[in-house]
């Protein structure tokens, strides 16, 4: 293998996946409650803030974001490590955050069903769909063997021609507005400056960074108290569809990422990533740890809150055991991201009676600890099992390596080819309500569609950066 990590594309890979997955599966009232998300309950699908719990829908995005604070140490310490000048790298930060609040803007107002909505012609509005993804990849592909001057006026001009296409869209009707955007996107857009950031001034002082995470922890509970100055600072967002002071929470998550990221970066460099294979100890332990994860998805989604934590104790200790004596580099990374892993769980579990029990939306304090505990153990077990198969994880490493394709591939161009596929041989279940089997079987079509098309980049050496 190479100076990669993998197991940290893995989970970027795996949330990639499975929001897609979740957003194509069909609103069928027959479908079993754990098919989505835990407050979207069938068989109305009417938003519940009421209802506690998650489900493997609600890990998704916060898998995404753990992704993202484990790539600071990879990415951005990189550019340290090499040199690269401070106002170099701020600014850098900077236009990242800012082409991802315009991409969040464009998604907000491009989507094929919002244009059809308005034009009533599906095979016409996949066409513009489509054209829309092609100056998505205009502006953010990095194309091998040009030179960065070229790469930039080609980013430049995707970003002309969106800028554009969304004149058009407004022309012909649709409601364009920097007021609409795709949340996660913008999300995104906000922590991933903040956490960089904050990494960055943190990276020798791990006490520090984590006193930043009680210190957002507590505001985000202290703003739940009418008229005071939490609640004040909480909701300052001075261009609202810019930055939300609010989406600082999911630093809780980020932030907890970067942890495991920096354990991953001095793994790699000490080249411990040709031990040899996992033994049966550390597979055991994964499998305890995998174990882990699917009893606390069921007790906090069934509420069965007593057995969730003595199963959570039990387990622990068992794979604690395994783990606790290491004696190589990898070893050492195995413990400690159980280690650490375990204790954000066990955070989140302590603060799960609050605010109602755990929510993804809106998200509640033990909903960030409980996500960034299993992450952190997703990546234990996907760990052991890349060093038992020596194998670099497919489809979703290839998925999680080019997250922005992959992002964009089912609703910007699966989606309207299929639109145009459904001319020449009826796709009845593409269109609204369908069949238990078909309504699953629709999200799994699109799903893998959009993986190999990902692939195809991946495995081509083309890749979105911002």
């Keep these: 293998m190479n100076n990669r990590a993998y197991a940290v594309d893995i989970l970027r890979g795996l949330a990639i996946v499975g929001m897609v997955l979740s957003g ?33 829908v609600d890990l998704v995005f916060p898998f995404f974001l753990f992704s993202m604070g484990a790539a600071f140490p990879l990415s951005l310490g990189r550019r340290l490590n090499r040199g690269d000048p401070p106002r170099r790298i701020v600014v850098s930060i900077l236009k990242r955050g800012l082409l991802l609040a315009f991409f969040a803007v464009a998604l907000g107002n491009t989507g094929l069903w919002t244009l059809d909505a308005v034009l009533q012609r599906p095979v016409v509005s996949a066409l513009v769909t489509m054209t829309v993804w092609g100056a998505f990849f205009a502006m953010f592909v990095r194309i091998p063997g040009f030179i960065p001057r070229q790469n930039g006026w080609l980013n430049a001009g995707g970003i002309a021609v969106l800028a554009v296409l969304m004149g058009v869209y407004r022309w ?42 009680a210190l957002i922890a507590a505001l985000k509970l202290g703003a739940a108290v009418p008229g005071s100055w939490n609640e004040a600072v909480w909701n300052f967002s001075p261009v ?30 000490r080249g411990q990533q040709e031990e040899r294979p996992a033994l049966s100890g550390q597979i055991a332990a994964a499998g305890l740890t995998a174990l882990l994860l699917a009893v606390n998805i069921w007790g906090l989604f069934t509420r069965t809150l007593t057995l969730n934590l003595v199963l959570t104790l039990a387990l622990g200790a068992a794979a604690w055991m395994l783990l606790r004596k290491p004696r190589t580099g ?34 509640t304090v033990s909903y960030f600890f409980i996500t960034a505990g299993m992450a952190s153990h997703v990546l234990l077990v ?5 060093r038992k198969g020596r194998s670099r994880g497919g489809l979703l490493v290839l998925c999680g390596q080019n997250p ?54 991946t495995r081509s050496k083309i890749f979105w950066r911002t």
């Design 240 to 269: 609202p569809w810019l930055f939300r002071t609010e989406f600082l929470q999911y630093l809780c998550i980020v932030l907890p990422g970067s942890v495991a990221g920096d354990l991953f970066a001095r793994w790699l460099a």
């Design 382 to 386: 996907t760990s052991v099992l890349l």
């Design 172 to 213: 012909l009707g649709v409601g364009v507005s920097v007021v609409r955007s795709d949340i996660i996107i913008l999300i995104l857009a906000d922590v991933v400056v903040a956490g960089s950031l904050i990494w960055w001034l943190t990276r020798r002082n791990l006490w520090l960074r984590m006193g930043i995470v």
């Design 330 to 363: 990898t070893e050492s990374l195995l413990y400690r991201l159980f280690t650490t892993g375990f204790f954000w769980l066990l955070l989140g579990l302590a603060f799960e009676s609050l605010e109602e029990g755990v929510k993804k939306d809106p998200a």
């Design 24 to 56: 194509y599966i069909a609103w069928n009232p027959d479908l079993p409650a754990w098919l989505f998300h835990a407050q979207l309950p069938p068989p109305s699908f009417v938003f519940d803030a009421s209802v506690a719990g998650i489900t493997w």
């Design 404 to 457: 922005m394709i992959a992002y964009t591939a089912a609703g910007y161009v699966v989606v309207p080819l299929l639109v145009f596929a459904d001319r020449a041989v009826a796709l009845p279940w593409l269109w609204g309500q369908c069949g238990c089997v078909m309504g699953v079987g629709r999200g799994v079509i699109v799903t893998l569609l959009m993986m190999l098309f990902t692939a195809a980049f």
